[in-house]
């Protein structure tokens, strides 16, 4: 009787937790109740990690005598990976969780890659099926953790430049083919238990190590401002590798929140995709910027710089200001500062809006978050098809480190390597202020006809430096007013 | 533990279909505005692969199994712990005009100062 007990327990546990997982996730399709959702989820979580400690009452026999290391090393792991990630997730800057994601996604595929690596090394995976889905597992978990690792890197700034070798996608065939073959040798060995070469261990080792390898190849030739799509792949990834490995492991809680996972990834992903009008293979597969660029006769007009307390004061007397920020917003960690701005225009009965584009900054909804933390309400965020109709009745757009989502190329251009991607209607505006590090072209390196329009002014410099000349210039006028 | 596919293999593509379909639907009606807190919160979700780390490292027999079982545990409890930090932390500051939470009064209490 007693022994019947603790599986039944873990069953009911981890029904719940399935359960409170869906809810979590359902809530958190709106703001309002988005933050209860990520709990009830975390309950779910926990629930389910105490719950598993009850294995110990059904372990293989050959595991008994090593119990209590086991149980010991188990805490320990526990103790160390959430407490070390839960400290890097609460100090991290906000302007750093796209490469946190990245990360926290890379661990996850890492563990999905070695629960198989156990299974297999144990040999409890017996049938075919049950290998076959293990070995699935194990590939996609180790590409999920490779590539994931790449893109934190390039995230990061580690890596700053695209890797782009001639004949790569024939070298990544090749690995993959090498996988699949190193895969079937591993099953007709343990099958037959006939040594194909050499012994099955060391195929595991070189099938982990091959597709550690191509997760990395995979990763390196893209370019950073297609990394949403790419951690919203690999998202995808390690939840199927999730879900795979639950099914090995007869854990079907594993099989659903992976599956569930999954599913959204690849929803999001192709949203993505969409936002950008390219294909999911024409992001993995291009080499996206190599193509022709616009010609430099082709755009017309000069850049005119302009100082920016100008700007500042220009924007103080207009009657509506749309800001489009951009990843540079977020390089500069002016968000803060830009608010600050924002809120001096509201007091001068300045109408303010933001626009955001879906694929702007690192990151799906990346700009949202940033504004949200330097206190922006939600209800002055509006995502591209609400706000596209605006421009052309608004006085001022002002683009902060925002580039290719501006660029008026994507609608006329048939050349240019964005053309058909929806942008924001920026150059509408009466009057445009794009302020900008420097003279040179956006992140997919292509030249920007709006910068050379007549109603646009340049600002040049940091944002941060920037928004602070133009809080100063604002403030100088009220200031000498009163 | 058994590892004979004892929920038969139809069983196991159900709940694999269900699942997919259950993502699916729920992410699609999120807003782009939470694409990110999503994303994250998601990426948080499949940090349950820890209790597949767990079972493992508690029937692992040898050195290697307990080695790559521990590593199962910690990457999976880091993937679980992080993503919570971090999606607790963004979906925080989602307020709208009339509500504000604690960052929004201490902005701008700082810019009435300064």
């Given at each position: 009787?007693?022994?019947?007990?603790?599986?039944?327990?873990?069953?009911?546990?981890?029904?719940?937790?399935?359960?409170?997982?869906?809810?979590?996730?359902?809530?958190?399709?709106?703001?309002?109740?988005?933050?209860?959702?990520?709990?009830?989820?975390?309950?779910?979580?926990?629930?389910?990690?105490?719950?598993?400690?009850?294995?110990?009452?059904?372990?293989?026999?050959?595991?008994?005598?090593?119990?209590?290391?086991?149980?010991?090393?188990?805490?320990?792991?526990?103790?160390?990976?959430?407490?070390?990630?839960?400290?890097?997730?609460?100090?991290?800057?906000?302007?750093?969780?796209?490469?946190?994601?990245?990360?926290?996604?890379?661990?996850?595929?890492?563990?999905?890659?070695?629960?198989?690596?156990?299974?297999?090394?144990?040999?409890?995976?017996?049938?075919?099926?049950?290998?076959?889905?293990?070995?699935?597992g194990a590939l996609i978990g180790a590409v999920s953790l490779s590539g994931s690792l790449i893109a934190w890197a390039k995230l990061d700034g580690v890596l700053n430049h695209p890797l782009r070798v001639k004949g790569l996608q024939i070298v990544n065939a090749v690995v993959m083919t090498a996988l699949v073959l190193v895969g079937?040798?591993?099953?007709?060995?343990?099958?037959?238990?006939?040594?194909?070469?050499?012994?099955?261990?060391?195929?595991?080792?070189?099938?982990?190590?091959?597709?550690?390898?191509?997760?990395?190849?995979?990763?390196?030739?893209?370019?950073?401002?297609?990394?949403?799509?790419?951690?919203?792949?690999?998202?995808?990834?390690?939840?199927?590798?999730?879900?795979?490995?639950?099914?090995?492991?007869q854990i079907p809680a594993l099989i659903i929140a992976g599956m569930m996972v999954g599913a959204a990834g690849l929803l999001l992903t192709l949203l993505m995709a969409k936002a950008m009008n390219r294909s999911v293979a024409n992001v993995l597969f291009t080499k996206f910027g190599d193509e022709p660029k616009v010609a430099k006769?082709?755009?017309?007009?000069?850049?005119?710089?302009?100082?920016?307390g100008d700007a500042g004061v220009f924007m103080r007397y207009a009657a509506s200001v749309i800001i489009v920020p951009g990843y540079g917003l977020a390089a500069a960690q002016a968000q803060g500062k830009l608010y600050e701005f924002v809120k001096l225009l509201q007091a001068s009965g300045v109408s303010v809006k933001f626009a955001?584009?879906?694929?702007?900054?690192?990151?799906?909804?990346?700009?949202?978050?940033?504004?949200?933390?330097?206190?922006?309400?939600?209800?002055?965020?509006?995502?591209?098809?609400?706000?596209?109709?605006?421009?052309?009745?608004?006085?001022?757009?002002?683009?902060?480190?925002?580039?290719?989502?501006?660029?008026?190329?994507?609608?006329?251009?048939?050349?240019?390597?964005?053309?058909?991607?929806?942008?924001?209607?920026?150059?509408?505006?009466?009057?445009?202020?794009?302020?900008?590090?420097?003279?040179?072209?956006?992140?997919?390196?292509?030249?920007?006809?709006?910068?050379?329009?007549?109603?646009?002014?340049?600002?040049?410099?940091?944002?941060?430096?920037?928004?602070?000349?133009?809080?100063?210039?604002?403030?100088?006028?009220?200031?000498?007013?009163? | 533990?058994?590892?004979?596919?004892?929920?038969?293999?139809?069983?196991?593509?159900?709940?694999?279909?269900?699942?997919?379909?259950?993502?699916?639907?729920?992410?699609?009606?999120?807003?782009?505005?939470?694409?990110?807190?999503?994303?994250?919160?998601?990426?948080?979700?499949?940090?349950?692969?820890?209790?597949?780390?767990?079972?493992?490292?508690?029937?692992?027999?040898?050195?290697?199994?307990?080695?790559?079982?521990?590593?199962?545990?910690?990457?999976?409890?880091?993937?679980?712990?992080?993503?919570?930090?971090?999606?607790?932390?963004?979906?925080?500051?989602?307020?709208?005009?009339?509500?504000?939470?604690?960052?929004?009064?201490?902005?701008?209490?700082?810019?009435?100062?300064?």
């Amino acid at each position: 009787m007693f022994a019947l007990l603790p599986p039944l327990i873990i069953g009911a546990v981890d029904l719940a937790a399935a359960f409170l997982f869906m809810f979590g996730l359902k809530r958190m399709s709106s703001p309002v109740t988005a933050p209860s959702g990520i709990r009830y989820a975390g309950v779910g979580m926990i629930a389910a990690i105490l719950a598993s400690f009850l294995y110990v009452f059904s372990v293989d026999a050959s595991a008994r005598p090593h119990l209590a290391v086991n149980v010991g090393l188990a805490v320990v792991a526990l103790v160390v990976g959430a407490g070390v990630a839960w400290l890097s997730g609460k100090r991290a800057a906000l302007t750093a969780m796209p490469q946190m994601v990245a990360l926290y996604n890379g661990m996850g595929g890492g563990a999905a890659g070695a629960i198989a690596a156990v299974e297999l090394f144990g040999g409890r995976a017996h049938g075919p099926t049950a290998l076959i889905v293990t070995l699935a597992g194990a590939l996609i978990g180790a590409v999920s953790l490779s590539g994931s690792l790449i893109a934190w890197a390039k995230l990061d700034g580690v890596l700053n430049h695209p890797l782009r070798v001639k004949g790569l996608q024939i070298v990544n065939a090749v690995v993959m083919t090498a996988l699949v073959l190193v895969g079937a040798v591993i099953v007709f060995s343990v099958m037959s238990t006939f040594n194909v070469v050499m012994a099955p261990p060391l195929w595991i080792y070189v099938f982990f190590g091959l597709a550690l390898v191509f997760g990395v190849l995979m990763t390196l030739p893209i370019g950073g401002a297609d990394m949403p799509v790419v951690i919203s792949i690999y998202n995808a990834c390690t939840g199927l590798a999730v879900g795979l490995e639950g099914y090995v492991l007869q854990i079907p809680a594993l099989i659903i929140a992976g599956m569930m996972v999954g599913a959204a990834g690849l929803l999001l992903t192709l949203l993505m995709a969409k936002a950008m009008n390219r294909s999911v293979a024409n992001v993995l597969f291009t080499k996206f910027g190599d193509e022709p660029k616009v010609a430099k006769g082709a755009v017309k007009g000069e850049l005119k710089p302009t100082e920016a307390g100008d700007a500042g004061v220009f924007m103080r007397y207009a009657a509506s200001v749309i800001i489009v920020p951009g990843y540079g917003l977020a390089a500069a960690q002016a968000q803060g500062k830009l608010y600050e701005f924002v809120k001096l225009l509201q007091a001068s009965g300045v109408s303010v809006k933001f626009a955001i584009h879906p694929v702007a900054g690192r990151m799906p909804g990346q700009m949202d978050v940033l504004l949200a933390e330097a206190g922006v309400p939600y209800d002055m965020i509006f995502q591209l098809d609400d706000i596209n109709d605006d421009f052309k009745t608004t006085d001022v757009a002002l683009v902060i480190g925002a580039n290719d989502v501006v660029n008026p190329a994507a609608r006329t251009d048939k050349g240019s390597p964005i053309y058909g991607m929806p942008i924001l209607n920026a150059d509408q505006a009466k009057q445009v202020y794009v302020v900008k590090r420097g003279q040179g072209k956006g992140y997919a390196d292509i030249v920007n006809a709006l910068f050379y329009a007549n109603n646009c002014n340049m600002v040049y410099g940091d944002a941060q430096a920037v928004l602070i000349k133009m809080i100063e210039a604002v403030r100088g006028l009220t200031s000498a007013a009163a | 533990m058994t590892h004979d596919l004892a929920m038969g293999g139809f069983t196991g593509l159900y709940i694999f279909m269900l699942a997919a379909f259950t993502g699916w639907v729920i992410i699609g009606r999120v807003p782009a505005i939470l694409h990110t807190p999503l994303m994250s919160g998601s990426n948080f979700v499949h940090g349950v692969v820890v209790v597949g780390g767990l079972a493992a490292l508690l029937n692992a027999s040898t050195p290697l199994q307990q080695g790559i079982g521990f590593v199962a545990v910690l990457l999976g409890a880091g993937n679980a712990a992080g993503g919570y930090a971090v999606t607790d932390r963004m979906l925080a500051m989602f307020h709208t005009s009339d509500a504000k939470p604690a960052t929004h009064r201490r902005h701008a209490k700082h810019s009435k100062k300064s």
